[in-house]
C-alpha cells in the first residue's frame, strides 16, 4: 500500500483520461464561442455566503455538501470552494457593473467544483462542469437556445441517447400557491415520511419533490404538479419555450417533478440524461432559468438562464457507450542516431523539429541505434529521423516506421517533408 492516496471522493486523472476530459473542455469552449458566450474565470473559493444564499441554504449543497474552509484567526470571512460557477459568476457580474453593458452578457467557463458528498460511481467530491450563463435575457426564446446548445454538446462530443426533461418552476407571482398546496398535501401524509424530509416539509417543500429517498417516488408521483398552477405568465412563457423546442426539432419530456429546489429558480428547468437513466442520480447536466438571482445577490433584478454540464459523467457515458477516438499523443517521429553517445544531436535535431511544430522525441538513452529504432516503433511514431555519417553533410535518413522504407533528406528540409508527409498520412 503506497503511504499517500488521493483524496476519497477524488481521482487522479492519468493522461488518457485527462485527454479525454480535455476534448470534452475544448469542444466546450469551441461550443460556447459559437453560440456567443465569452470564457470568465471567477476563483474556486468564495465567501460561503454566495453559496449560502445564491445556491441556497435549503439545498443539499449547502445543507451537507458544502465545502468549508477552516476559517484563519485574522480573517472574519468563512470561505467554502465553489459546488457549482453560477453563484461565483454572478457575484462577478454585480461586482463588476456588467449590468451597464449590453444585455444579455454572455458567459462561459469549465472547471473544477467541489462537494462534500457521498462518493460513489459517477458522483465525486470533485468534479468538471461546463458551464454557460445568459444574464440579462428574459427568454423565452434563449431558453430554448440554450438547452439546444446543450444538446449539441453531447452530439458533437459523441454520446448518444440524450433525452431532455423539462419543467416550468413558476415565478414569485404562482409558485406560493402552489408550495401552500404541495405543503398541504405532504402534511396529509406526514405519517409515511421520512424524519428528514417532515424536516424539509416546514423549511422548502419543493425539495420533497427531488429528494433522493426511494420511499418518496411513489408519494411524488402523486403529487399536485407545479405545471397545472402556473399562473397566465408563467404558462405562456412555458408555452412559448415548448414551441420554439418544436420548431428547432427538438424532443423533450414534461417532468413536472423536476423543479431542481432551489428558491431563486424560475420558471424554465431541464436535466439531461441518457435515457433510461432518468432519475437514477445520473443527470449529465443540468440548468435553468434563475430571474431572482442577481438581486438576491446584490444586483438589479436581472432575468437570467443558464446551464453546468458535468463533464466526469459525460466521460464515463462515452466510454460505456464505446468511447471516442483517442487523442493521438504518439510523436509523428523519433530522432535516433548510430553514434549511441552522440545525444547533443539527436537533441538538437529534435529542438529543430519542435520549433517548427511538430511532435517530436529524442531518443535520449545511449543505447544502439537497433534498440532506439525498436523504443521508437513502440511510441508509435511514424518516422524515425536516422543521423549517422551524412549528418556532417547536413543530411540524415527518414524512415517511415510504417512502410518500412527509408531515404535520404537535407537537414534544412527535414521539418517540411515531415510535415507534409504526416499531413498526407492523416488525410490519406
Ligand atoms: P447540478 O448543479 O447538481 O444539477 O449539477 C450539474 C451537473 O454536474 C450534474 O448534472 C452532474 O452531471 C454534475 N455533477 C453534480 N454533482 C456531481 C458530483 N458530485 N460528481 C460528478 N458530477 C456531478
Redesign the pocket.
Known amino acids: 500500500m503506497p503511504t499517500f492516496r488521493a483524496p476519497r ?1 477524488t481521482r487522479d486523472l492519468l493522461p488518457d483520461e485527462r485527454a479525454a476530459l480535455g476534448r470534452l473542455m475544448r469542444l466546450g469552449a469551441d461550443l460556447a464561442a459559437r453560440y456567443g458566450y465569452r470564457p470568465i474565470e471567477t476563483p474556486l473559493f468564495e465567501q460561503a455566503a454566495v453559496f449560502e444564499r445564491g445556491v441556497g441554504e435549503v439545498t443539499d ?1 449547502v445543507e451537507k ?1 458544502l465545502f468549508r474552509l477552516a476559517p484563519r484567526t485574522e480573517e472574519a470571512e468563512a470561505w467554502a470552494l465553489r ?2 460557477p ?1 453563484a461565483g459568476i454572478v457575484r462577478a457580474y454585480v461586482q463588476h457593473g456588467m449590468q451597464t453593458l449590453p444585455q444579455p452578457v454572455k458567459l462561459t467557463t469549465t472547471g473544477p ?1 467541489f ?1 462534500y ?1 457521498r ?1 460513489q460511481a ?8 461546463f458551464d454557460v450563463e445568459a444574464i440579462g435575457d428574459p427568454g423565452p426564446a434563449v431558453d430554448a437556445e440554450i438547452v439546444e446548445l446543450g444538446l449539441r454538446f453531447y452530439a458533437e462530443a459523441g454520446v448518444s441517447g440524450v433525452e431532455v426533461l423539462l419543467n416550468s418552476v413558476g415565478d414569485p407571482a404562482c409558485r406560493p400557491a402552489y408550495t401552500a398546496l404541495l405543503a398541504a398535501y405532504y402534511r396529509g401524509l406526514a405519517g409515511l415520511l421520512p424524519a428528514a424530509e417532515l424536516d424539509r416539509l416546514e423549511r422548502n417543500v419543493l425539495r420533497l419533490l427531488d429528494s433522493k429517498d426511494p420511499a418518496m417516488a411513489a408519494l411524488n408521483a402523486a403529487a399536485p404538479r407545479i405545471t397545472d398552477h402556473l399562473c397566465e405568465a408563467c404558462a405562456a412563457h412555458f408555452a412559448s419555450v415548448r414551441a420554439h423546442l418544436d420548431a428547432l426539432g427538438i424532443a423533450y419530456r414534461v417532468e413536472p417533478g423536476l423543479v ?1 429546489g432551489l428558491d431563486y429558480y424560475t420558471r424554465t428547468a431541464f ?2 440524461y441518457v435515457s433510461g437513466r432518468e432519475g437514477q442520480q ?6 435553468g432559468r434563475y430571474d431572482g438571482l442577481v438581486e438576491l445577490l446584490g444586483g438589479r433584478p436581472t432575468p437570467a438562464i443558464g ?8 466521460a464515463l457515458a462515452l466510454a460505456e457507450q464505446g468511447g471516442a477516438a483517442p487523442d493521438d499523443a504518439a510523436p509523428v517521429a523519433v530522432v535516433v542516431g548510430a553514434d549511441a553517445d552522440d545525444t547533443v544531436a539527436r537533441l538538437r535535431v529534435a529542438t529543430l523539429l519542435r520549433a517548427a511544430g511538430l511532435r517530436a522525441r529524442a531518443d535520449l538513452a545511449r543505447r544502439k541505434l537497433g534498440r532506439q529504432l525498436e523504443a521508437a516503433g513502440r511510441d508509435g511514431a511514424h518516422f524515425a529521423v536516422i543521423l549517422g555519417d551524412g549528418l556532417a553533410d547536413g543530411q540524415v535518413q527518414l524512415r517511415d516506421l510504417q512502410a518500412g522504407t527509408q531515404r535520404q533528406v537535407a537537414l534544412d528540409d527535414l521539418a517540411r517533408e515531415l510535415a507534409r508527409a504526416e499531413a498526407s498520412h492523416r488525410h490519406g
Open positions: 471522493g449543497i455538501e459546488p457549482e453560477t467544483m462537494r458528498d462518493p459517477g458522483r465525486y467530491r470533485q468534479f468538471w462542469q431542481r436535466e439531461f445520473q443527470a449529465l447536466g443540468g440548468g446551464f453546468g454540464i458535468g463533464l466526469d459523467r459525460t
